[in-house]
C-alpha cells in the first residue's frame, strides 16, 4: 500500500502545478475569486471537471494487488481500476462554486471516468458525482472555506469513495481488496492536495486583497492631490493636471476628462486628435454624457473614436455627478484591453466617485461662499448711509457758517465716495485706504465741532499695503464720539495705535470717554444692543464681518469702565508673505 503513495503525490504534484500556472493568469483569478453569474460558473464546471478528467487519464491503474500502468492512458482493462486525484478537483469546484459548478465538474469527471471502464467504472462514477453533489451544497451553505474544512470534507468525500466501491462494485472480493491497497493512500494524499490547492487558491485571494488594499490607497491619494485642482473647478488648466496626475500613478495609456460639452484635457496617446476644447471625439463618452452611466469598451469599435490610426482599444468612461446632474466624464484609456481588468475598472469607478464628492464639495464650498459674501456685503452697506448722513448734516451745518470750509468738505466727501463706489466688490482695502477714510471723516467731525477732539496716530511703518476688511476703524471712531463724549465739555482724546504683534495686526482704538455700563458691554458683539441713539449694530456688524472672513482667527474686543474711557482692540490675522509685500 505504501510504495502507492509517491505515486499519488506525483499526480498531485502536477494537478497543483497546473493550478499555479493558472493562478497567474487574470483571467483565471478573476473567475474563482468574484460573484459569479452564469458565464463564470459554465467556466469554472469546464475548469474544475477538466482538473478531473486530467486526474483520470493521469491515474494508477491497479489490478488486483499490482501497479499494471502509471502513465497516460485512454481506457483500462475490465479487471482493473484506477488509483487517482479526481475528487480533488471535483470538490474544489464545489466548495468555491456552489452546487451547479460542483454537480457540473462531477458529473464530466463522473461520465469520463465511467467511458474509462474496468469493473469500479460504475462506482466511481456515482461516487464523484455525488462528491460534486456534497461539496456545491456546503460550499453554498458556508460562507468562508478554510483550508481545514476542505481537507475534512475531501477526506470524507474520498472515504464515501471507497464505501461506495465496496456497496456496488462485483466481485465484493475483489472491491475489498482494492479498497485495502488504495483506500489509505487516496484518503491521505487527497486530503494533502486538497491543503495544498486551497493554500493556493486562499493565497490568490490574499493578493487579490493586497491589490485592492493598495488600489484604494492609490485611489485616495490621487484624490488627495488632485483636491487642490478640483477647488479650481473644471476647466483646462486645473483638469491637465489632473489627468497627468492620474496617468502618473495608473496603468492607462491615456487618461481625459470633460465636462458636458467639450474635452478639456486629454493626456497620454492619442493626444494628436483628442484635443482640448473640443467635442469628444468619441461615441462613447456622448453615450456616457447622455445616460449618466458607467460604460466599458473593450475594442475600437466600442470606443467608436472617429480617428481611423487610433491606437487606443480598450477605455471605461464614468460620469462625473454634482447633485444628480452629470456635469462631465473621467476617460481612463488602453493600448491592451488585457489592462482593463477588474481591478483597473474599480480603480477608474473608486476615482469617479470621489471626484464627483469633490466636485459637490467645491460646488457647496463655492456657493456658501456666494452666501457669506453677501452677508458681507450688506453689513457693509449699513455702514455707508451712516456715514453720509452724519457728513451730509456736518456739512448742511457748515454752509450757513463756512461757505468755503463747506465746499471743500463736500469735494472731499465726493472723492471719499467715489472711491469707496470703485472698490465696492472688494472684501480687503489696503490699511492706507481705511485710515484715510478716518481721517476723511474726522476731518467733517472737527470741522463740526472745532477744537473738541484730540485724534492721535501711531502707526508702525510700512504696514500701509496690508489688506484688511473695510470701514473696520470708522464706525468704531464714530462709536468713541457719539456715544463717549455726549454733552460732554471736557476736551475728547481719541489714540489710535496700529502696530503687528506675532503675525497678526493689532488695531487699538482709545477714548477718554463716559465708559460703556457693564450690563452693555457684556453683550456688545455678540447681539444688537438698543440704545437711545441707535441700535448700536456697529460693533456686532464688524464682530459679524470678522468671523465672516477670518473664522476663529481674528477677533474684537472691548474693556470699558464707566468716566475713564474705552479700549477697542482688532486682531487681524497676517501671513508672513503680505508682510514681505508691506515693506
Given at each position: 500500500m505504501f510504495y502507492l503513495v509517491p505515486l499519488m503525490l506525483e499526480k498531485v504534484g502536477i494537478i497543483l502545478i497546473a493550478l499555479f500556472l493558472l493562478s497567474q493568469i487574470k483571467s483565471f483569478r478573476q473567475i474563482v475569486q468574484r460573484e459569479h453569474t452564469r458565464q463564470d460558473k459554465i467556466m469554472l464546471i469546464i475548469l474544475f471537471g477538466a482538473f478531473g478528467v486530467f486526474s483520470n487519464y493521469t491515474g494508477i491503474e491497479i489490478n488486483h494487488t499490482s501497479i499494471e500502468h502509471a502513465g497516460w492512458y485512454s481506457g483500462i482493462d475490465q479487471e482493473s481500476a484506477i488509483a487517482n486525484t479526481r475528487v480533488l478537483g471535483v470538490v474544489i469546484g464545489g466548495l468555491l462554486g456552489g452546487p451547479a459548478v460542483g454537480v457540473g465538474a462531477g458529473f464530466i469527471a463522473g461520465l469520463h471516468r465511467y467511458l474509462l471502464d474496468g469493473f469500479t467504472a460504475f462506482s466511481c462514477s456515482v461516487s464523484t458525482i455525488l462528491?460534486?453533489?456534497?461539496?456545491?451544497?456546503?460550499?453554498?451553505?458556508?460562507?468562508?472555506?478554510?483550508?481545514?474544512?476542505?481537507?475534512?470534507?475531501?477526506?470524507?468525500?474520498?472515504?464515501?469513495?471507497?464505501?461506495?466501491?465496496?456497496?456496488?462494485?462485483?466481485?465484493?472480493?475483489?472491491?475489498?481488496?482494492?479498497?485495502?491497497?488504495?483506500?489509505?493512500?487516496?484518503?491521505?494524499?487527497?486530503?494533502?492536495?486538497?491543503?495544498?490547492?486551497?493554500?493556493?487558491?486562499?493565497?490568490?485571494?490574499?493578493?487579490?486583497?493586497?491589490?485592492?488594499?493598495?488600489?484604494?490607497?492609490?485611489?485616495?491619494?490621487?484624490?488627495?492631490?488632485?483636491?487642490?485642482?478640483?477647488?479650481?473647478?473644471?476647466?483646462?488648466?486645473?483638469?491637465?493636471?489632473?489627468?497627468?496626475?492620474?496617468?502618473?500613478?495608473?496603468?492607462?495609456?491615456?487618461?481625459?476628462?470633460?465636462?458636458?460639452?467639450?474635452?478639456?484635457?486629454?493626456?497620454?496617446?492619442?493626444?494628436?486628435?483628442?484635443?482640448?476644447?473640443?467635442?469628444?471625439?468619441?461615441?462613447?463618452?456622448?453615450?456616457v454624457l447622455e445616460s449618466g452611466k458607467i460604460f466599458v469598451a473593450t475594442s475600437k469599435e466600442d470606443i467608436a473614436c472617429h480617428h481611423q490610426d487610433c491606437p487606443l482599444e480598450a477605455a471605461i468612461v464614468i460620469p462625473l455627478q454634482v447633485k444628480n446632474r452629470v456635469a462631465g466624464t473621467l476617460k481612463m484609456y488602453y493600448e491592451d484591453p488585457e489592462k482593463l481588468d477588474q481591478i483597473q475598472r474599480q480603480l477608474a469607478t473608486g476615482l469617479a466617485s470621489l471626484f464627483s464628492t469633490q466636485l459637490e464639495l467645491v460646488e457647496a464650498e463655492r456657493q456658501t461662499k456666494l452666501l457669506k459674501d453677501a452677508k458681507i456685503k450688506a453689513l457693509q452697506a449699513q455702514n455707508y448711509p451712516h456715514f453720509l448722513f452724519n457728513s451730509l448734516n456736518t456739512i448742511s451745518a457748515l454752509c450757513r457758517t463756512d461757505p468755503e470750509k463747506a465746499r471743500e468738505l463736500l469735494l472731499e466727501l465726493s472723492s471719499f465716495f467715489r472711491g469707496n463706489l470703485q472698490g465696492a466688490g472688494q472684501l480687503f482695502v489696503p490699511l492706507k485706504t481705511e485710515i484715510e477714510n478716518v481721517k476723511a471723516y474726522l476731518s467733517l467731525v472737527q470741522a463740526r465741532f472745532p477744537d473738541k477732539y484730540r485724534i492721535h496716530f501711531q502707526i508702525e511703518p510700512n504696514l500701509e499695503k496690508i489688506p484688511i476688511p473695510p470701514f473696520l476703524l470708522q464706525p468704531i471712531v464714530e462709536n468713541s464720539i457719539n456715544y463717549g463724549f455726549p454733552g460732554s465739555k471736557q476736551k475728547g482724546e481719541i489714540n489710535i495705535r496700529i502696530f503687528t504683534e506675532q503675525q497678526k495686526l493689532m488695531i487699538v482704538i482709545e477714548d477718554n470717554g463716559k465708559g460703556i455700563p457693564e450690563e452693555k458691554l457684556v453683550v456688545l458683539g455678540t447681539q444688537i444692543v438698543e440704545s437711545k441713539k441707535g441700535s448700536g449694530t456697529a460693533i456686532f456688524n464688524i464682530c459679524q464681518r470678522l468671523k465672516g472672513i477670518y473664522g476663529d482667527r481674528a477677533y474684537l474686543t472691548l474693556d470699558s469702565k464707566e468716566n475713564q474711557g474705552t479700549s477697542t482692540t482688532i486682531s487681524i490675522p497676517i501671513s508672513s508673505q503680505e508682510r514681505i509685500e508691506s515693506h
Open positions: 462528491a460534486g453533489v456534497v461539496s456545491g451544497y456546503l460550499g453554498a451553505k458556508r460562507k468562508k472555506i478554510t483550508e481545514g474544512f476542505a481537507v475534512a470534507i475531501g477526506m470524507t468525500l474520498e472515504l464515501v469513495q471507497m464505501l461506495v466501491i465496496l456497496a456496488t462494485a462485483k466481485p465484493f472480493e475483489k472491491a475489498l481488496e482494492l479498497v485495502q491497497l488504495i483506500g489509505i493512500p487516496m484518503i491521505s494524499v487527497n486530503g494533502l492536495g486538497m491543503m495544498l490547492f486551497m493554500h493556493i487558491i486562499h493565497l490568490m485571494k490574499r493578493e487579490e486583497e493586497r491589490t485592492l488594499a493598495n488600489q484604494t490607497d492609490k485611489v485616495f491619494s490621487i484624490a488627495d492631490q488632485t483636491l487642490p485642482y478640483f477647488r479650481q473647478g473644471l476647466n483646462v488648466e486645473s483638469c491637465e493636471q489632473i489627468c497627468k496626475l492620474i496617468l502618473n500613478m495608473t496603468d492607462a495609456d491615456a487618461v481625459a476628462i470633460t465636462d458636458n460639452q467639450i474635452v478639456l484635457s486629454h493626456v497620454g496617446m492619442a493626444s494628436d486628435h483628442h484635443t482640448p476644447m473640443s467635442k469628444p471625439e468619441t461615441a462613447l463618452t456622448r453615450k
